[in-house]
């Protein structure tokens, strides 16, 4: 197999956007699967007698699986994952027994849950040499590892994986107009110079690699006790120059450019993470559910549960600690893979939301079509109930609407005592908004949460919690 170019004096973010621009010059990634590597995948279960084996291909953010043998596994967050040891090993990885193995331990979690113990793999690399992937085999028995023959008969399998992916790119050379053969750089190389205003891609690269994105909460109260019951995850980007930006300056071009992605990535990640934090500092906060927002690239990702699955795994926390969000425009375009990964996403218990309703075209048949069991109020109509009888009865029809299908409601963007009292009195349940608190960062939140059973004072209040 080729080895990767040793970069002297090359930061480690260069050689990332490097493996990455050779991975997504590929054209790999989300594809059919294709008989060639599910025929790879059983020929190396069979070869070493395991139970499951994975050919993944690996973005920023998740191990996306081209072909999997024995355990359907389409997606596994790439966060602290074999995937890293391999890449940091430039080679194969072999844990004879994970349980014995002190480093390994926290990136097995969800192979321990399903029994396996043996684990290996190796990597798959692009014919520059650079990872675009990793080959893996578990067993549900330890054994005593490989031989040089037996590694390099693993290898020589990833690099029948890495010789049908080469293929496959010389036959997509010969036929679009304008490719060059064997270019391995063919997506930056045809991209144009971007022009136009702040931010550009390489801003938001930069932010991703720098983590400068956080996240901040808004809590969700319940209106007729005033009681903390969740959280609305949103991001922010902590810019070291410009300050706390709004996400309205940068989400648009993150989905032009594809980084939404992995930025929605890492903040699902995030989110597990600071659910473990509350749950740890105080064991009633396990009552809390905090609620991420997907991008439409995030649901159009037929592997999302599993991703979602293995993140409580690793994080510890239970289905009904996280909420998912979602807009109707995210749904409209695959309506077969909405259902089948919002059904998915259900039957882990997660709870899901639709998100701004009413401002799409078709609501009322795609509430009856999916698993919904949250409908949020846009903020729109909320805002507009005090301004007569027509906006106030459409926020009351909406209500009625989500009681009778048993979905709870919550209403969004609540920020007088006046509507506050309306909500109130037609029996919307749940709201969040500027009257109660204001996205706050994770360290005001925990503040919040010391409150006597998280419970906010009488409304007047965004002074007293901003």
């Not at 509350?278 to 927002?293: A, I």
């Not at 991008?295 to 159009?300: G, L, P, T, V």
């Not at 979905?407 to 908004?433: F, H, K, P, S, W």
Request: proline share 6%; hydrophobic share 40%.
């Amino acid at each position: 197999m080729p080895r990767a170019v040793v970069e002297t004096g090359q930061p480690e973010q260069q050689r990332e956007a490097a493996r990455l621009a050779a991975l997504f010059s590929s054209e790999i990634l989300d594809t059919a699967s294709e008989p060639s590597y599910d025929a790879l995948t059983r020929l190396t279960a069979e070869y070493f007698q395991a139970d499951i084996a994975l050919l993944g291909f690996v973005d920023e953010t998740r191990i996306w699986m081209k072909s999997y043998w024995g355990r359907a596994v389409r997606e596994l967050p790439r966060g602290n994952s074999i995937f890293e040891m391999v890449l940091a090993q430039d080679g194969p990885v072999v844990i004879p027994d994970i349980s014995l193995e002190h480093q390994f331990k926290g990136r097995a979690t969800l192979l321990r849950q399903i029994g396996m113990t043996f684990f290996a793999g190796v990597p798959v690399r692009s014919a520059s040499g650079r990872i675009l992937g990793v080959l893996s085999i578990s067993c549900r028995k330890p054994r005593p590892g490989m031989d040089a023959d037996e590694i390099g008969m693993f290898e020589s399998l990833a690099g029948m994986a890495a010789s049908q992916l080469e293929l496959h790119m010389l036959r997509k050379s010969f036929t679009t107009p304008g490719a060059k053969l064997g270019s391995r750089n063919s997506q930056v190389e045809r991209t144009p110079p971007e022009t136009g205003a702040w931010p550009q891609t390489r801003d938001l690269r930069r932010a991703l690699d720098q983590h400068e994105f956080v996240l901040y909460y808004q809590p969700e109260v319940d209106l007729f006790s005033r009681k903390i019951v969740g959280l609305e995850a949103l991001i922010r980007w902590q810019h070291p120059e410009r300050g706390l930006i709004s996400p309205l300056d940068f989400i648009p071009k993150a989905e032009e450019n594809g980084l939404i992605l992995p930025m929605g990535d890492w903040g699902l990640a995030e989110a597990c993470r600071q659910i473990q934090t509350w749950s740890k500092e105080d064991p009633r906060h396990g009552s809390l559910r905090v609620c991420v927002n997907l991008s439409a690239r995030q649901f159009s990702r037929e592997g999302l549960a599993d991703h979602v699955e293995s993140l409580l795994v690793q994080w510890g926390i239970s289905s009904r600690q996280l909420g998912l969000e979602m807009t109707e425009s995210s749904l409209i375009t695959n309506m077969d893979t909405a259902l089948e990964v919002l059904s998915s996403l259900r039957r882990l218990g997660i709870s899901l939301s639709m998100d701004d309703f009413g401002t799409g075209y078709s609501s009322l048949s795609n509430l009856h079509s999916f698993p919904f069991d949250v409908l949020k109020v846009d903020r729109s109509f909320v805002g507009r109930m005090t301004e007569g009888e027509q906006p106030l009865q459409i926020v009351r029809t909406i209500v009625e609407l989500a009681r009778v299908l048993g979905m709870n409601v919550v209403a969004e963007g609540i920020e007088t005592t006046e509507q506050y009292d309306l909500l109130r009195r037609m029996g919307c349940r749940y709201g969040q908004g500027y009257l109660f608190a204001p996205p706050l960062s994770a360290e005001a939140v925990t503040r919040l949460l010391r409150l006597p059973g998280r419970i906010l004072p009488h409304p007047e209040l965004s002074e007293a919690v901003a």
